[in-house]
């Protein structure tokens, strides 16, 4: 294990943008390519560098309910960023590698379970696409993802909001201040999954001492204690004191030094929008961390330790955050006891989305089946303007992969009962039991089959 | 009338190659401790019945300079490093005697860092005391801005004149630090005893009164004018290999098939890919003593296995080389090798089959196994590690990086269309090998000199780079290093980079008299992309190559069969 070298796979997509001054453009990754190759870090031993492919259709419907179907929602780019993350995956099971970082773009975690368009840059969430092949491919069942973005991975919590055999931590910029104004402490996941998702809303003007804080005291203490098999980050860097879409005052040496406590088994590139004075030092500081190379000369130029000291109110309020939220997960399993004794068979949930990127609100209706042996399948009735003025109201069916026998039927009956409905454009089935991937056009009565 | 010599490991091969044919052609045993002495009498061989005045080009590629780094010869030479933020500087483990020096620049050619006047002077005198006279100084990012290095070099020339300074950026302009380093620090280590050997070259020719023109090939293929070369000793590493490659390619000249050359020689066998007719290059450049390095090369893999690897019982078990101690027993070498266990078991009537069989006779005797299993035994392990050897190529180049989406979506895996067999042993294996792996082989009466073949007919090739960043005002070229300001008067657009690039190498091609191949140049590299601050573009960045690629001179029509 510990002669292994760190796989990375950098793959700027020097060809795809959202629009030409869009801060997802082409020179997003253009000045950490010179960085990580002056640097000539690809060619110590330490580090393996890997290529990238693309992701199956399959691949990107394991995670997604593409309205109305895949093609229309991701583009090749797309496919090459998330497939990018599974050839990653793919190097750390086959133990080629020790961990694996994959700077990819384009990013994904505010991409969620029904994507009717792009939201906050994303199309497809990459890390939840990695993760159902990761459980398919690899039957992983326990997993960590701890979102070190700046932004609340929205999109990431939505996926995973149902599913106690993933704990999502994020921590972010407080949601009153930053998009997309979510990631609230209260925000812990679905009834059976209570706990399992953890927000830390930080104050603006956080500092690596602040961080460090949260790190120490509540997301390892948390990890320590729910022991996933692997441990995800959805490693955003716009948390750094430069970035020019948010507020917070973390340094290249403090995302190196997280991921150095962290020792995640694969990090995935999200957001960070400071092109030239952050993203080539963090970037680095990430590789350096992850391959176990002394960080120690690493600085961004304009960095003097002693302008970063956090304030005694945000310290105050971060003990509060963490001591919060330490309790709330501690007293996860009361909740969800609590929730499973209720005796009703669906929780419902509305929910409106906004997809600031391409302009579409999407109502949803979602529906937990409340199980006795499981956390339950979930359907979700949605409905959304596209931008083609297109009106969609679809019917999506998720089971997961770790699911009781009776819920499996019952999801796939309820599949067949709706295709007789036709108020809905398509009905889809997500069977990860079976991996399959069902989706059926009511106007045109066909069906296809992943 | 064109000439090439190629000085390899075991022997030296040369041609002399006229209108489709081979005029003439020589071997010797290479004489690794005087390349000169080997190659010169390769040369008197050829120039038997030979109109000096009718040769138009000579080319050479040689071993000399792989072998001294290899070897670890040459002056005590400083490596001076000026490496800023980043790595730590434990990583730059290249040279025995490296220095630190403060100063940095970041990616855009922006001083973040003053170098340090008194940590220069002290550490000069420090090299006066220790009368170290090679010096190599690299600056990280130095490609973008060689102030610090032109610095150093200049204190040097003003306080220790005695000293001979290379620095990186004139070596090398692409990213990479390392490389860089490691490639300016050869350069120093290897440049003098280069230019001593390409002057008793000259000489030689002189005393034989040859006036041709003199090349050097490189290890991307071409060639370079030998006045060119004096400065360049690193772009000579592993020239045999492309020699045997740009062979590979003359003996079936016009097809644009996939094909794998296979150079089985003396020792060892040299394995390059021909991707739609063009030879693969190494995407991270030549790598020695376990250094990569900027120097443009193919694609090679090399494996200690040839046609007079010596069998040996060593304990119970068979032994296959990696040496070789003589010629084959068919050949009167007093050894069994891998040539006489093919010669003897497929009757293929090399030399004398009896000595063959005598000397094999004796390996399997000690083995207590029968003859026949011997050659088998010793066949399979000779066809398994070339088959390991050319799946291992294709990996890697499967896994090249890729960094633009249509790179990624219009990739096509690698279909082999055929094997091509070159060097002393290959006419032994090759066919066995082809039938082995069901693929087409291709065998030439050449091929046992084909990768001398290479060297006498390949074309120069020539790289020119350019760097622009017009908000940083900043342009580079390489070669040379030359950097320059673009001016602010106009708005520059991608056009005019390339033309910028285009006219450094018609410059370069007119002052190494290779005009007449500048109109062969093609773009390789266009990339431009804004400089968005908020959102406003505040300029532009580029990167642009054009490249004389590798290929054959305008007298060379081919070999007639």
Request: hydrophobic share 40%; proline share 5%; net charge negative.
């Amino acid at each position: 294990m510990k002669n292994k070298p760190t796989g990375i796979l950098f793959f700027p997509a020097f060809d795809w943008a959202i629009s030409p001054t869009h801060p997802e453009r082409e020179e997003r990754l253009l000045y950490t390519r010179d960085q990580i190759f002056e640097e000539g870090i690809m060619d110590l031993p330490q580090i393996s560098e890997y290529n990238p492919k693309l992701a199956q259709i399959k691949d990107i419907a394991r995670a997604h309910f593409c309205v109305p179907d895949v093609a229309a929602q991701v583009t090749e780019a797309h496919l090459v960023s998330a497939g990018s993350t599974l050839v990653i995956a793919d190097a750390l099971m086959q133990g080629e590698i020790k961990n694996g970082f994959a700077i990819v773009r384009p990013p994904g975690h505010h991409s969620m379970t029904v994507s009717h368009g792009n939201r906050g840059f994303c199309n497809i969430n990459n890390e939840a696409v990695m993760i159902e092949y990761l459980r398919q491919k690899y039957h992983i069942k326990r997993l960590a993802i701890v979102d070190t973005d700046v932004h609340h991975g929205d999109g990431t919590q939505d996926i995973f909001w149902h599913d106690p055999d993933v704990l999502f931590i994020s921590f972010h910029q407080d949601g009153r201040t930053l998009y997309p104004g979510s990631g609230f402490m209260e925000e812990r996941g679905g009834p059976l999954a209570y706990g399992t998702t953890i927000n830390i809303p930080l104050p603006p003007r956080t500092t690596d001492i602040g961080i460090h804080f949260v790190l120490d005291n509540l997301v390892m203490p948390i990890l320590e204690e729910f022991k996933p098999e692997l441990i995800i980050n959805s490693a955003g860097q716009d948390n750094h004191y430069t970035d020019p879409l948010a507020d917070m005052r973390f340094s290249a040496q403090g995302y190196a030094r997280l991921n150095e406590k962290l020792a995640p088994d694969i990090a995935v590139l999200e957001g960070g929008y400071s092109v030239e004075t952050a993203l080539p030092y963090v970037n680095m500081g990430i590789i350096m961390a992850m391959a176990g190379i002394d960080y120690g000369n690493l600085r961004e130029p304009d960095y003097k330790p002693e302008r970063f000291k956090e304030s005694p109110q945000n310290m105050e309020e971060i003990k509060g955050i963490v001591k919060t939220q330490l309790n709330a997960f501690k007293n996860r399993g009361e909740i969800v006891a609590r929730n499973r004794a209720k005796n009703m068979d669906f929780e419902v949930i509305h929910k409106n989305i906004f997809y600031d990127t391409d302009y579409i609100s999407e109502d949803q209706t979602e529906r937990l089946r409340l199980c006795k042996n499981c956390g339950g399948f979930r359907v979700i009735h949605s409905s959304a303007q596209h931008r083609n003025a297109k009106y969609y109201e679809v019917y999506c069916i998720s089971v997961p992969g770790y699911c009781c026998d009776s819920c499996h039927q019952e999801g796939i009956s309820m599949y067949n009962q709706m295709k007789n409905k036709s108020s809905y454009d398509f009905i889809y089935l997500q069977d990860r039991i079976d991996d399959q991937y069902r989706s059926f056009d009511i106007s045109k009565e066909t069906e296809t089959v992943l | 009338m064109l000439i090439g010599i190629d000085v390899g490991g075991t022997f030296t091969d040369g041609v002399v190659y006229h209108r489709n044919q081979i005029l003439n052609w020589a071997k010797e045993a290479t004489d690794s401790d005087n390349l000169a002495h080997s190659l010169l009498a390769v040369l008197d061989k050829l120039l038997m019945d030979i109109q000096f005045d009718e040769i138009e080009r000579i080319v050479l590629s040689t071993t000399l300079v792989t072998n001294l780094i290899t070897t670890d010869s040459g002056p005590r030479t400083a490596l001076i490093l000026i490496p800023g933020y980043g790595l730590p500087f434990d990583s730059y483990d290249m040279a025995p005697d490296s220095f630190f020096l403060k100063g940095c620049i970041d990616f855009r050619g922006n001083e973040l860092e003053a170098p340090d006047y008194n940590e220069i002077n002290d550490m000069i005198r420090h090299l006066q005391e220790m009368d170290i006279t090679r010096v190599a100084v690299a600056g990280k990012f130095a490609n973008r801005n060689n102030s610090h290095e032109r610095l150093v070099q200049h204190i040097f020339a003003e306080k220790f004149p005695q000293a001979q300074v290379i620095i990186s950026s004139q070596t090398a302009q692409q990213l990479n630090f390392p490389r860089r380093a490691y490639t300016a620090y050869l350069t120093a280590r290897t440049i003098e005893m280069w230019n001593d050997f390409l002057d008793s070259l000259l000489k030689a020719l002189a005393d034989r009164e040859i006036k041709a023109p003199v090349h050097i090939l490189k290890a991307d293929g071409g060639t370079m004018p030998l006045d060119a070369a004096r400065n360049s000793p690193c772009e000579t590493i592993f020239s045999g290999p492309a020699a045997s490659t740009m062979g590979g390619l003359a003996i079936t000249t016009g097809e644009s098939k996939n094909s794998v050359v296979l150079d089985i020689g003396g020792t060892t066998t040299d394995i390059s890919l021909i991707i739609g007719g063009q030879p693969l290059h190494a995407s991270k450049g030549a790598k020695i003593n376990e250094q990569y390095t900027h120097v443009k090369s193919f694609a090679v893999r090399s494996i200690p296995l040839g046609g007079d690897s010596v069998l040996r019982v060593k304990g119970d078990s068979l032994q296959i080389g990696p040496d070789r101690v003589g010629p084959a027993a068919c050949f009167g070498g007093g050894s069994a090798t891998v040539t006489d266990a093919f010669n003897y078991i497929y009757d293929l009537d090399i030399g004398s089959v009896s000595d063959s069989r005598d000397k094999l006779q004796m390996v399997a005797v000690s083995l207590n196994i029968p003859l026949t299993d011997l050659c088998h035994q010793v066949i399979q392990v000779i066809l398994e590690r070339l088959k390991n050897a050319i799946s291992a190529m294709f990996k890697e180049w499967e896994q090249e990086p890729a960094y633009k989406v249509w790179e990624v979506v219009n990739r096509k895996p690698f279909q082999l269309d055929r094997i091509i067999g070159i060097g002393a042993a290959s006419q032994v294996i090759i066919p066995i090998l082809g039938a082995d792996m069901k693929i087409e082989h291709f065998l030439h009466h050449c091929s046992p000199i084909a990768n001398a073949l290479g060297s006498a007919v390949s074309r120069p090739t020539l790289t020119v780079h350019v760097h622009g960043d017009t908000q940083a005002d900043l342009y580079t070229v390489e070669p040379g290093g030359k950097q320059g300001q673009l001016g602010k008067k106009r708005s520059w657009q991608l056009e005019d980079i390339k033309e910028l690039a285009s006219r450094h190498l018609e410059e370069l091609a007119l002052s190494s008299g290779l005009a007449s191949y500048a109109r062969e140049a093609q773009f390789f590299r266009e990339e431009q992309f804004n400089v968005i601050r908020g959102w406003d573009r505040l300029g532009k960045m580029f990167e642009v190559g054009i490249q004389i690629t590798p290929g054959f001179i305008e007298e060379f029509k081919g070999v007639t069969e």
